[in-house]
C-alpha cells in the first residue's frame, strides 16, 4: 500500500510540474504591464505639460521646411493668472496668450504662425515651449494638406495639385543614354 500511494503522489508530483512548465512556457505566468496605463498623445500631434500649462495634439501646418507653418492644438491654463507661452521651432518663434483657467483652441483663435515650419511635412521638428519659469522641448509634427482635415490651414492656402502625385501617371524621361522605352 505505501508504494501505490508512492507511486500516485509521484504521477502528481510530474503532473504540478507539467503544468507549471506549460503555464510558464505559454505566457500565462508572465505579468505583463498595463499598456493602458502608459500616457501617449491620441491624435497627430503632440502633448506636454508645463506646469499649470497642458499643451494637446501641438502639430504644425505647412507645405515645407521653409515655408510658413501655422501651429495648431489646444493650450490649456489651469492657473489663476493669464500666462504667456513661448515657443520656438530652430528660430523661428511665436506667441499664444492664454487667459487664467481657460483653454485656446488654435484652430478657432488668431492664428500663430511660425516664419518657418523647420522641417518637412512627415518630419518632425524639435520645438522648445516656455512658459517663464518653466520649458521643455518636444519633436512637433509637420503635416501638409495631404491630411485633408488640416488643408484648410495651410498657410496660403492648400495647393491645387494632387495630394498624392503616386496616382497620376509620370511623364516618359528621355535623355542622354536612355534609349526610348528604356529605363
Partial sequence: MKNAAHKKLQHLGAGVAALAVLTSVS????????????????????????????????LVVAEGADSEGR????????????????????GSSAKIEVPANKEVVLEKSK???????????????DTKFATGDQDDTVSVPVLDHTYSRYASFVPGGAPTTPANPSNTAAPEKHGEGQAEGGH
Fill in 27 to 58: 505566457g500565462c505566468s508572465y505579468i505583463s504591464p498595463q499598456a493602458t496605463m502608459d500616457s501617449f498623445a491620441p491624435a497627430d500631434g503632440v502633448q506636454m505639460n508645463l506646469g499649470d500649462i497642458q499643451l494637446r495634439n501641438v
Fill in 71 to 90: 501651429v495648431l492644438g489646444t493650450v490649456i491654463n489651469n492657473g489663476d493668472s493669464a500666462r504667456t507661452v513661448t515657443l520656438d521651432a530652430k
Fill in 111 to 125: 492664428p500663430v504662425m511660425l516664419d518657418r515650419a523647420g522641417a518637412d511635412p512627415g518630419l518632425m521638428v
